[in-house]
């Protein structure tokens, strides 16, 4: 897998005399490359693109355009898929409790596809949608993930035949099951143990006369940053494997979120305050946890914050704050860095999942703005050019 994405440093200092910090830069052809990777080592597989890990509608675009098809959460997100011109299709309603104004939403555009995970779901997806196409979340424990879904999502095995055979009698198409083995997962394990409890369940539901034809494998591949010590290949293929060898006869779906979106931004930001308190040095930066730096609270991430190599001298640990008013926004404590000074950019790479996707405008304070990288890269070189 090649490096991901990353601003060299003369760009990140070129983009911030043009640009009002903060502000994120896109790649879409790390979109592109992101998508192919997965298509190449999961073969056959149906990817549905999780949006909420970041709905920027060029990325959304990009990755219609490659033919990728959708998994949304929400009446939102379905309108905004709908109003791409992405057809229903496309789309699967994976959230697992679903809204009324969801399940409106999924109706008007025509969404047919639904995970459900109990009987009371099942109920409102058949009173909404008749005869709707729905796969069985099943729960599958796994506490070597970041995020931990399956505390709050998926029905016992022990459950899935009952619950299968009901959404049955309420004339609903009961066609398969799926997971989320929990997000950014380093290892294939979590994926081996759901694929051999579902096929217990494909077989139980069989011997009840029920054929399942869908299986969807749902999210959790890694952000494969720089540093990851994981062979993303070797990890896709050893899912691969059991995938065509237990289940072939099925239609494979996934859901990936952070693996897509991940790698393809960058956040430049700045410095616009330094202060030395109680002998801790403090750095406060025009972007924080209301921010781009969400993914703190949500996603429990932790952000590089890369400063400029030709800095030298000696490291010292600081505290890195947002720029609100509440003592919440802190990006980072303890951080060995260079010493800054006012007006130095901060570097972040990787920032692309469930950071912008959950910024807010929390005292006022805009949103950093999405520049696309391939659009940038153009106009420098045209600023090159009338200077040379
Ligand atoms: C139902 C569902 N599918 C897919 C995803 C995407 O997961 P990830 O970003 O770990 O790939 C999520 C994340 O919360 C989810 O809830």
């Known amino acids: 897998m090649r490096q991901p994405f990353k601003l060299s440093?003369?760009?990140?200092?070129?983009?911030?005399?043009?640009?009002t910090t903060p502000f994120l830069v896109l790649s879409l052809d790390q979109v592109e490359y992101n998508y192919r990777f997965l298509q190449q080592h999961l073969p056959g597989v149906n990817v549905f693109y999780a949006m909420k890990s970041n709905p920027e509608p060029q990325l959304i675009n990009k990755l219609a355009e490659l033919g990728s098809s959708f998994d949304v959460a929400s009446d939102g997100e379905i309108y905004a898929l709908s109003e791409m011109g992405i057809a229903p299709e496309r789309m699967v309603y994976a959230n697992p409790v679903k809204t009324a104004r969801g399940l409106t939403a999924a109706k008007e555009v025509g969404v047919r596809q639904f995970t459900f995970d109990s009987a009371s779901e099942i109920d409102k997806i058949a009173d909404f949608i008749p005869g709707a196409t729905v796969l069985l979340r099943i729960r599958i424990d796994n506490t070597a993930s970041l995020v931990d879904l399956n505390k709050k999502f998926g029905a016992d095995a022990g459950e899935a035949i009952g619950l299968l055979r009901r959404a049955k009698e309420r004339g609903l198409d009961a066609a398969g099951l799926c997971f989320h083995v929990g997000s950014q997962n380093t290892?294939?394990?979590a994926y081996?143990?759901?694929?051999?409890?579902?096929?217990?369940?494909?077989?139980?539901?069989?011997?009840?006369?029920?054929?399942?034809?869908?299986l969807d494998i749902g999210g959790g591949f890694p952000?494969?940053?720089?540093?990851?010590n994981v062979d993303m290949q070797a990890m896709l293929e050893q899912i691969q494997r059991p995938l065509a060898k237990f289940f072939p006869n099925t239609e494979i779906w996934a859901e990936p979120g952070r693996f897509i979106s991940g790698t393809t931004m960058n956040l430049v930001t700045r410095v616009i305050g330094t202060q030395v308190r109680s002998g801790n040095q403090w750095y406060f930066l025009d972007e924080g946890l209301y921010g781009t730096f969400?993914?703190?609270l949500f996603d429990h991430w932790e952000y590089e914050l890369e400063t400029s190599k030709s800095k030298k001298g000696p490291e010292i640990e600081a505290t890195f704050a947002g720029p609100s008013c509440d003592s919440l926004d802190v990006v980072a404590r303890n951080r060995k860095t260079v010493s800054l000074e006012m007006d130095e950019v901060v570097l972040v790479p990787n920032c692309g999942a469930y950071s912008s996707a959950s910024s807010t405008t929390f005292n006022g304070f805009a949103k950093a703005e999405v520049l696309i990288w391939e659009e940038v890269q153009q106009k420098l070189q045209k600023d090159m050019m009338a200077v040379s």
């Open 187 to 189: 290892s294939s394990e």
């Open 192 to 214: 081996l143990n759901a694929l051999s409890v579902s096929r217990h369940i494909f077989d139980s539901a069989a011997l009840e006369g029920m054929q399942l034809r869908i």
């Open 9 to 19: 440093w003369n760009t990140v200092e070129k983009l911030a005399e043009r640009y």
């Open 294 to 296: 969400s993914g703190i």
């Open 223 to 228: 952000i494969p940053t720089g540093d990851l």
